[in-house]
């Protein structure tokens, strides 16, 4: 199988088929797992799954390619890209999303544009800027 790195095709962390971790992983650079981890992943960075990985873990990240399995929520800056070989069960939320043909995703998919964290922003700035204009009008 051919996977596609974006930025350095370098990896910086390896966790091989047969390894066992459970806690909370922070890291920075490009990390592969190919073993089973539990616990909370969070990188500004690359995190791959492996094909033989399974993850039960929320994911916080820069970006996300998921060939294994994958249990938990994920939450990427840049863009989650699911394979053929990639399961999702859980929510994702990035700006861009990749699903090849095969890939599945029990769960939901939150677009950043439509984050309400923003929505209610825009909704305060519509409310003082009316409360201005009013103001301005007497």
Do not use: W, Y
């Not at 209610?120 to 007497?138: F, I, P, S």
């Amino acid at each position: 199988m051919k996977f596609r790195f974006k930025g350095s095709d370098e990896v910086t962390g390896f966790l091989d088929k047969g390894t066992n971790v459970t806690g909370e992983l922070e890291f920075t650079g490009m990390l592969r797992i190919d073993g089973n981890f539990h616990g909370s992943i969070s990188t500004g960075d690359t995190l791959i799954i492996g094909e033989h990985a399974t993850v039960h873990a929320d994911i916080r990240a820069g970006q996300v390619e998921i060939h294994g399995h994958v249990f938990g929520s994920i939450d990427a800056k840049h863009r989650v890209e699911v394979s053929a070989t990639g399961r999702v069960r859980g929510d994702i939320q990035c700006p861009v999303l990749a699903m090849t043909p095969g890939a599945m995703l029990d769960g939901r998919v939150q677009m950043a544009g439509d984050r309400p964290d923003e929505t209610t922003v825009a909704a305060r700035v519509g409310t003082e800027a009316k409360a201005r204009l009013g103001a301005r009008r007497e």
